[in-house]
């Protein structure tokens, strides 16, 4: 069974602009699963898509928008790719300090090994949707690139737990796929199969504690089919939306594996009108779903993770106090309660 006791973390961007500063909040309050950050606005090279663009045959960066360009000796890089993830030769796909400073300031300032660390790395559907071709449609609808997109970042994600692993002794590495909310819309015209093989591919990168984190409303039982140990979701605005699939949900805990409950909102306005009882009232409530056949809220508690809804770019520098405030305070009144 995957114990969290309802440790605090969080999804992954945030808005400081210095590395510094953010590690040393998420060192302070979140001590039983610190997690490297991703700081979007401290460069765009930190963009949750740039930021795993490094090394992709053809990729061209402007601003915040990424293409292929077929005409820069292409096809030498997607051989190159396809001979390292043949060899599962990760070395290669390194991300730097300029795209993660969060990151590589962690490595560098861990005088000891952590005990544990959370990560996480854009998922294949989100990032082949949100890189283009000529035509300007994402390169997950060509499906030459499709294999390129998930074999790329199935190396990049063993690259990347590897390097956590320097200065850690246990990772949590999610996959990221916001773009999974619009799951059999016309904007993500996919079937299921194949989401399914791509996700799969990148997730046998990662050896380790692996996730996957959505914040909206999707097919759960797609995502819980997946051989994953987290599921990670928006539970204050889409709880509805999981439950709707419970008995995947249930069989998921039943087998052992976690639930991260993003029950901290990460909009400002919304946040300054919730309290800590009223925050773990609504969190309690929603776990008292799942305590049915056989399991307790002792039990899920045991398996669970507490997070924001998602990533806090958009909140000041006291909204993000606040939710570390909320984050920390919900999980000792879930131990004191539950005994966990």
């Known amino acids: 069974m995957l114990e969290f006791n309802c440790a605090a973390t969080i999804i992954g961007g945030m808005p400081d602009k210095d590395a510094a500063v953010a590690c040393a909040g998420i060192s302070k309050h979140l001590v039983d699963l610190p997690a490297w950050p991703q700081l979007p606005l401290r460069s765009n090279l930190e963009n949750m898509y740039v930021q795993y663009s490094q090394g992709f045959p ?6 915040q928008k990424l293409h292929v360009d077929h005409g820069t000796n292409m096809d030498h890089g997607m051989e190159h790719l396809y001979y390292d993830w043949t060899e599962n030769k990760s070395n290669g796909y390194v991300i730097d300090k300029e795209h993660a400073s969060g990151l590589h300031y962690l490595a560098s300032h861990t005088s000891a090994a952590l005990p544990v660390l959370k990560g996480q790395i854009t998922g294949p559907i989100s990032w082949g949707l949100c890189v283009t071709d000529d035509s300007g449609r994402g390169i997950i609808y060509d499906e030459t690139l499709a294999d390129a997109v998930s074999r790329f970042l199935k190396l990049k994600a063993s690259w990347l737990e590897h390097f956590m692993r320097s200065f850690s002794r246990k990772t949590v590495v999610f996959l990221d796929e916001p773009y999974l909310a619009s799951l059999g819309s016309a904007f993500v015209a996919l079937p299921n ?10 997730l046998s990168g990662i050896q380790g504690i692996k996730g996957i984190h959505c914040c909206g409303g999707t097919d759960w039982s797609l995502l819980l089919g997946l051989p994953i140990d987290v599921i990670s979701f928006d539970a204050y605005n889409y709880l509805d939306s999981i439950l709707s699939y419970q008995q995947d949900l249930l069989n998921h805990l039943r087998s052992g594996h976690a639930i991260a409950w993003g029950i901290v909102p990460n909009d400002e306005e919304t946040l300054k009108k919730e309290t800590p009882a009223g925050l773990f009232d609504r969190f309690s409530d929603a776990l008292s779903h799942l305590t049915r056949d056989g399991l307790s809220i002792r039990q899920v508690v045991r398996q669970s993770l507490v997070t924001p809804s998602c990533a806090l770019l958009s909140l000041t520098h006291d909204g993000v106090e606040y939710t570390y405030n909320l984050l920390t305070e919900l999980s000792s009144r879930a131990r004191r309660k539950y005994g966990s």
Do not use: N, P, R, Y
Not at 58 to 63: L, R, Y
Not at 193 to 201: A, R, V
């Open 193 to 202: 199969g194949q989401i399914k093989e791509h996700l799969s591919e990148v």
């Open 58 to 63: 053809g990729i061209v960066v402007d601003g």
